[in-house]
């Protein structure tokens, strides 16, 4: 069975920085991409970035680029979302999702983490 666990949400102050992680586990995902998506209240689901498992290509939202870092730690099956200079807009649940490459529907996901950034 898939599971994707999201884990590193909180509260933060404007400014600060938080690490999501997304444990991976059931399966082989070194032929997939890793996407990290979020939902803020009252929203739509964004798409924040995303990681080519074998390779590392990166994609990101213009919104979060040169703030956020996608990663992959492939002896953990973990993809990680590194914030930086967060923002109050940023405040969200934060999904990680996984897709085949180099298809573009995401088929896992996970159940999210809150990220709660205070001004």
């Known amino acids: 069975q898939v599971q994707l666990v999201e884990s590193g949400g909180g509260l933060v102050q404007a400014g600060g920085s938080l690490r999501l992680s997304c444990a991976a586990s059931?399966?082989?995902?070194?032929?997939?991409?890793m996407g990290w998506f979020r939902q803020a209240p009252g929203k739509e689901r964004e798409f924040v970035a995303d990681i080519v498992w074998s390779g590392g290509k990166t994609y990101y939202a213009d919104s979060v680029k040169g703030r956020f870092t996608i990663s992959t730690d492939n002896a953990k099956n973990t993809v990680y979302l590194q914030m930086n200079s967060l923002k109050p807009e940023d405040t969200a649940v934060y999904y990680c999702?996984?897709?085949?490459?180099?298809?573009?529907?995401?088929?896992?996901w996970g159940q999210g983490t809150q990220v709660t950034v205070s001004s």
């Open positions: 999702a996984a897709r085949p490459s180099p298809t573009y529907e995401y088929v896992y």
């Open positions: 059931g399966r082989t995902f070194s032929s997939y991409a």
